[in-house]
Structure formats: structure tokens, C-alpha cells
């Protein structure tokens, strides 16, 4: 089975630009996680999906947003960037609940100059 | 809030040899999972290992196993007979279990193992 796809790997935007960074998930997931990466505040929580509804949401601005479709697939979309969004973004797939383990996918490297 | 607490930023161990890493918790509920996740430098965040809370039995998963405290509230992992491949940083996670609760990950903030040829 193919595992969790990300992309694109890398990125590089500019301050005030927006972006939109995908996730696949395993095939027959249906929970898919956001999570941002950086070194001064580690790993950060920043929305969950399941069935095409947002189930729980992090302590981020509202310039940080997503979707998923039905065919599990989530995207997530950051408006007006800023320096300090430069960061790996990770997703994380389950099948359905709480019970089901999160497996990664490589992740999408964002720098903003 | 639940929060993981990972004392120790690095750790090193000769190739071979044993080597265990700590991880602290804080938690108001009574049922939860905890893992540890290795992030090699390839960022590719991969699972080693997963506890339920109910269960009082450690997990254990080949050279891996863990030292699960439950009412002292820590979460150990134990690599035995260190490989070269086992570098990483390591990050110690908490989920909660209760219904209706959120299914987010809470880390901690990693311990970075060097493995010593």
C-alpha cells in the first residue's frame, strides 16, 4: 500500500503571497492531520479532517485554512504569508477514529523570503 | 491541557549497545494513547512504537520496547542493541482516547540520538 504523499516537497514564496499545499492520504483513510514543524516550537497541531469535516482546529490565525474532498484528499491553503509560516508542514492519515495510528507523509517545506 | 515532556534534548550510544530515552507526561484523563515517532534527518516522521493506557503490558516492537509508568505518568523507550540506521530525533507523542475529545497528536519536543560506529 502506498503510504501518505505530500506536495509539493519544497516550496519558496514571498511574504504576502498565499499557498496551497496537498496531501494524499493511504488508500482507505479517512482522517487526515495538519501539523507544523519548526525549531523554535517543535511539532503544532493545526487541523484535523474526517469525511470532508473539519473535527478539531489549532491554535493558528485564520490565515491558515484547509479542505478535504471526498475522496479523502485534504489540501491546506496559507494566506498572506508571513516569515515566520516558514516551516515543514507534515500531514498524517488514520482510517476513522482515535483508536487508528497516524502514519506521516514526507512532508512540504515551506520557506518564506 | 495535556502536555509531553522530553528532558533530554540529545543522547548518544555506541552502535550495539543500549540506550533509553525519557518522556513525561501530564494528563487530567484516564484514557489515552502514547507513541514514539523517529524523524530521521530525511524528515520522513515514521512510528516505532504505540501504548494503549488500559493496557498494562509494555509494548514491544523487535529491538524497541517501552517503559510505561502510568501512574507516575512516564513513557520510556528503550533501543536495544543500537544500529547506525537508529540516528534520528525522537519524539515522544500523547492522544487522548475520550469520546468526544480531540485526535490530535501532542509532542514533545525530541531528543536527538546520535549513534556512535
Known amino acids: 500500500k502506498a503510504g501518505v504523499t505530500q506536495t509539493p516537497r519544497y516550496l519558496i514564496k514571498t511574504r504576502g503571497q498565499q499557498v496551497t499545499l496537498s496531501c494524499s492520504p493511504i488508500s482507505g483513510h479517512r482522517s487526515v492531520s495538519w501539523y507544523q514543524q519548526t525549531p523554535g516550537q517543535g511539532l503544532q497541531f493545526l487541523f484535523e479532517?474526517?469525511?470532508?469535516?473539519?473535527?478539531n482546529k489549532g491554535n493558528f490565525p485564520g490565515r491558515f485554512s484547509g479542505r478535504q474532498f471526498s475522496n479523502s484528499r485534504s489540501e491546506m491553503n496559507v494566506s498572506t504569508l508571513e516569515l515566520g509560516d516558514s516551516a515543514l508542514y507534515l500531514c498524517?492519515?488514520?482510517?476513522?477514529?482515535?483508536?487508528?495510528?497516524?502514519?506521516f507523509g514526507p512532508g512540504t517545506r515551506l520557506t518564506v523570503l | 491541557a495535556q502536555t509531553v515532556t522530553q528532558s533530554q534534548p540529545e543522547m548518544s550510544v555506541q552502535e550495539a549497545e543500549t540506550v533509553t530515552l525519557s518522556c513525561t507526561y501530564d494528563?487530567?484523563?484516564?484514557?489515552?494513547?502514547l507513541f514514539w515517532y523517529k524523524q530521521p534527518p530525511s524528515r520522513q516522521m515514521i512510528l516505532v512504537i504505540r501504548q494503549e493506557a488500559y493496557k498494562q503490558q509494555n509494548a514491544t516492537e523487535n529491538r524497541f520496547s517501552v517503559n510505561f509508568q502510568k501512574a507516575a505518568k512516564s513513557f520510556s523507550l528503550k533501543i536495544s542493541d543500537s544500529q547506525l540506521g537508529d540516528a534520528a530525533m525522537y519524539f515522544c507523542?500523547?492522544?487522548?482516547?475520550?469520546?468526544?475529545?480531540?485526535?490530535?497528536?501532542?509532542f514533545g519536543k525530541g531528543t536527538k540520538l546520535t549513534v556512535n560506529p
Open positions: 498524517a492519515s488514520s482510517l476513522r477514529s482515535r483508536t487508528d495510528t497516524q502514519y
Open positions: 507523542a500523547y492522544r487522548s482516547a475520550v469520546r468526544g475529545g480531540s485526535e490530535k497528536l501532542v
Open positions: 479532517y474526517f469525511s470532508e469535516t473539519q473535527r
Open positions: 494528563t487530567s484523563e484516564s484514557d489515552y494513547y
